[in-house]
């Protein structure tokens, strides 16, 4: 695909939020971090004493919810025995921010995303995807209409050691917070602003710009070409509705954004057929990633707008998204102190590399 790529040494500003910068540096000897140890899956089917295996129901807090049925559950939701929040502590005087948070009000609930207790999202069908976005819809919208005090119901998933995951049988977390987390703050605010100067939302521009985007950037000196920019290159797979990039600026070298190519702020709203192409789109882009770096140890966050009173007119403005975030090395102390990531692959690179892989 790309015929030896030009070094490239720059930093890049989150178009979305300014204040998260990546420094972009592929020269050879920029090699600051050290690389996350690829964990060896625990690929195993069934695990005797695993409290989210099948025949260990017994073993979990009661079902909150299950699909299909109880008896023949393909996706299981359960309290966590181990809240970040919990219903019993009551909260005031919260700032946002996920640390401030930890104390407060709320519910945290375990999806037990397949019966198999090894398998990887990629390995998992397209129906059975499909029911597990639907189950992540149904658990976010009962926790808001649960609690009128809840601002934000976050879903990820941690899945590997590197991404904190405690418990092998692959599973996902539902956290109902009084809060908005920072980051999904800072998203909201800085998009709002930016429809406010130029009437669009600038999530559906960057969607524009990965489609169509072509550039030659040339030397102020020389005049040759430093870099080109051609169509597509920052995006990984498409579906009908759903399209997953790899963002200009991106703090982790492999992450991937997942968003629906029409707007929509909420991700409750998502329509059946939509959930099916956006199963098919993440099945897609983990196979990729899991084909290029090799036994993936990520973390998956569900960015939607918030229910609360200070973003009810950011409809237009903020539009929902999964972020998909690969931990392949560990961060710096330098990249931790400056809050400047740094990657050692340009994210134009890293996307030829996913795209490149020749799926089933
Ligand atoms: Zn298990
Ligand atoms: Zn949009
Ligand atoms: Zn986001």
């Given at each position: 695909?790309?015929?030896?790529?030009?070094?490239?040494?720059?930093?890049?500003?989150?178009?979305?939020?300014?204040?998260?910068?990546?420094?972009?540096?592929?020269?050879?000897?920029?090699?600051?971090?050290?690389?996350?140890?690829?964990a060896p899956r625990d690929t195993r089917?069934?695990?005797?004493?695993?409290?989210?295996?099948?025949?260990?129901?017994?073993?979990t807090?009661?079902?909150?919810?299950?699909?299909?049925?109880?008896?023949?559950?393909?996706?299981?939701?359960?309290?966590?025995?181990?809240?970040?929040?919990?219903?019993?502590?009551?909260?005031?005087?919260?700032?946002f921010g996920l640390q401030q948070?930890?104390?407060?009000?709320?519910?945290?609930?375990?999806?037990?995303?397949?019966?198999?207790?090894?398998?990887?999202?990629?390995?998992?069908?397209?129906?059975?995807?499909?029911?597990?976005?639907?189950?992540y819809r149904d658990r976010i919208r009962a926790l808001y209409a649960?609690?009128?005090?809840?601002?934000?119901?976050?879903?990820?998933k941690n899945f590997g050691p590197a991404a904190g995951a405690s418990i092998a049988h692959t599973h996902s977390q539902v956290i109902a917070m009084p809060v908005v987390p920072e980051n999904v703050y800072n998203e909201v605010t800085h998009s709002r602003q930016y429809f406010e100067k130029n009437r669009q939302c600038i999530f559906c521009s960057l969607i524009d710009e990965a489609?169509?985007?072509?550039?030659?950037?040339y030397d102020r000196e020389s005049g040759s070409v430093r870099r080109q920019f051609s169509v597509g290159q920052y995006v990984i797979e498409r579906g009908r509705h759903f399209v997953a990039i790899k963002p200009f600026a991106s703090r982790y070298e492999?992450?991937?954004?997942?968003l629906p190519l029409t707007h929509h702020s909420d991700f409750m709203d998502i329509t059946d057929e939509e959930r099916e192409d956006m199963a098919g789109v993440l099945r897609r882009s983990m196979a990729r990633l899991d084909a290029v770096i090799g036994g993936a140890q990520y973390n998956f966050f569900l960015h939607s707008i918030p229910h609360n009173n200070e973003f009810r007119n950011c409809h237009d403005s903020y539009?929902?998204?999964?972020?998909?975030?690969p931990r392949t090395s560990i961060p710096t102390g330098f990249e931790l102190g400056s809050g400047l990531f740094v990657s050692t692959i340009s994210p134009e690179q890293a996307a030829a590399q996913l795209r490149a892989v020749e799926l089933e």
């Open positions: 695909m790309s015929d030896q790529p030009k070094a490239v040494r720059e930093i890049r500003i989150n178009p979305v939020v300014p204040s998260e910068s990546v420094l972009v540096s592929t020269a050879r000897g920029m090699r600051p971090r050290k690389e996350e140890a690829p089917k069934h695990v005797e004493g695993c409290p989210f295996c099948t025949g260990n129901e017994h073993m807090p009661p079902t909150i919810a299950s699909s299909p049925g109880q008896d023949d559950w393909q996706v299981r939701v359960v309290e966590n025995l181990f809240p970040v929040l919990g219903d019993d502590s009551r909260s005031t005087n919260l700032v948070a930890i104390d407060g009000y709320g519910r945290h609930e375990v999806v037990i995303d397949h019966r198999e207790h090894g398998i990887a999202i990629q390995d998992m069908s397209v129906e059975h995807l499909t029911r597990l976005l639907g189950m649960a609690d009128r005090r809840i601002q934000y119901v976050l879903v990820f489609l169509t985007f072509e550039a030659t950037i492999w992450e991937i954004h997942i539009h929902w998204h999964l972020e998909i975030c």
